[in-house]
């Protein structure tokens, strides 16, 4: 991994003074195939808050959790979960019935973002370049049968392909398929991961990692993160064991690159009516254009967790910016 150099001065900040005597409560675990990952998201982000001078508790998801808020109320919360317990908008919808300020995009925002075939449209109608994609439900192949949907969507996506589950996170079930012999387990072994599959036109290229935030003056880009898997292909195993994979932030592309990737991860970030926090990720293809492949609302924040990466490389305290991101949540519920 690369980062250029940058200065980190110990002087007070904005942000740090913001966060002094918050008193915030981390969500992170679920009962989802990402816990393992969103337990150490916490973590991370519980270490970040306390070097920050935030107090912060970790708590779980369960059935403890409102009793605990109502009992104990927290300035903001931190939403450090993954999968579907914290990105398809359901817990933030509870979170808002209970009155609870949380950082992160509202819970219809995460609705659209979850359902990726859904943001690939609203994307594209928003003028970005996204590869070609069918999303069809497992119902679709039982009724008009396997063999014939898969001849036409390869008739239609040509190959390589990646397929994907439509919604979901950590690359789990991804796989690119180069030829029509593998397609079929491919979609057995997708569909493990829920009932929607998509496959979508494999774009050869470089894969970024676009990070947003914003803390008061509008969504702001960071670096990009470059993503080099020894693989070839980024899934769950390449993206969470340590050595399987090169970052390198910032991204090594060119400054008229760098600066369309990061237009276009505030365009998602806008269109798609996200808030304070997002990761888009996308891939420059050979000829320099910038591809949208999905957005992330829940970025992970574990060691090989990009949006870190990119705090890091724009020259931030991550723990600051998680700090100032839960200050301004805190400011705006008083």
């Keep these: 991994m690369t980062h250029?150099?940058?200065?980190?001065?110990?002087?007070?900040?904005?942000?740090?003074?913001?966060?002094?005597?918050?008193?915030?409560?981390?969500?992170?675990?679920?009962?989802?195939?990402?816990?393992?990952?969103?337990l150490s998201s916490g973590t991370q982000v519980w270490e970040e808050l306390a070097r920050a001078g935030v107090d912060a508790e970790i708590r779980d998801a369960d059935a403890d959790?409102?009793?605990?808020?109502?009992?104990?109320?927290?300035?903001?919360?931190?939403?450090?979960?993954?999968?579907?317990?914290?990105?398809?908008?359901?817990?933030?919808?509870?979170?808002?019935?209970?009155?609870?300020?949380?950082?992160?995009?509202?819970?219809?925002?995460?609705?659209?973002?979850?359902?990726?075939?859904?943001?690939?449209?609203?994307?594209?109608?928003?003028?970005?370049?996204?590869?070609?994609?069918?999303?069809?439900?497992?119902?679709?192949?039982?009724e008009l049968g396997a063999g014939a949907v898969l001849d036409l969507m390869v008739a239609r996506l040509g190959l390589p392909l990646i397929v994907k589950p439509a919604s979901g996170g950590s690359a789990l079930g991804v796989q690119k398929v180069s030829n029509v012999e593998e397609?079929?387990?491919?979609?057995?072994?997708?569909?493990?991961?829920?009932d929607t599959v998509m496959v979508e036109r494999f774009v050869e290229g470089t894969e970024l990692a676009i990070s947003v935030i914003d803390l008061g003056e509008g969504p702001q880009a960071l670096p990009a993160v470059e993503i080099a898997p020894a693989s070839g292909v980024f899934d769950y195993t390449a993206r969470y064991t340590p050595g399987l994979t090169e970052y390198h932030a910032p991204a090594r592309v060119s400054g008229d690159v760098a600066a369309r990737a990061a237009a276009l991860a505030v365009r998602v970030h806008e269109v798609l009516g996200l808030a304070d926090l997002s990761r888009t990720d996308a891939i420059v293809s050979p000829d320099g254009d910038v591809h949208f492949l999905e957005v992330?609302?829940?970025?992970?924040?574990?060691?090989?967790?990009?949006?870190?990466?990119?705090?890091?490389?724009?020259?931030?305290?991550?723990?600051?910016?998680?700090?100032?991101?839960?200050?301004?949540?805190?400011?705006m519920a008083r």
């Design 4 to 38: 250029p150099s940058a200065d980190r001065s110990t002087a007070p900040s904005p942000a740090r003074d913001a966060a002094v005597g918050l008193r915030a409560v981390v969500l992170s675990g679920g009962l989802t195939f990402e816990r393992e990952v969103s």
């Design 65 to 142: 959790l409102l009793p605990g808020l109502a009992a104990s109320p927290a300035d903001a919360v931190f939403i450090a979960l993954h999968g579907a317990t914290g990105e398809d908008g359901a817990l933030r919808a509870v979170l808002d019935l209970a009155g609870v300020p949380y950082v992160g995009s509202p819970a219809a925002a995460c609705r659209l973002a979850w359902d990726k075939p859904a943001a690939k449209s609203v994307v594209r109608a928003a003028g970005a370049t996204t590869p070609d994609w069918v999303a069809l439900p497992h119902s679709t192949f039982r």
């Design 183 to 194: 397609l079929p387990a491919a979609m057995v072994s997708c569909f493990a991961y829920g």
């Design 296 to 331: 992330n609302v829940s970025p992970g924040m574990t060691e090989t967790s990009m949006f870190p990466m990119s705090v890091e490389a724009a020259g931030h305290e991550l723990g600051e910016v998680l700090a100032g991101l839960l200050a301004r949540r805190a400011a």
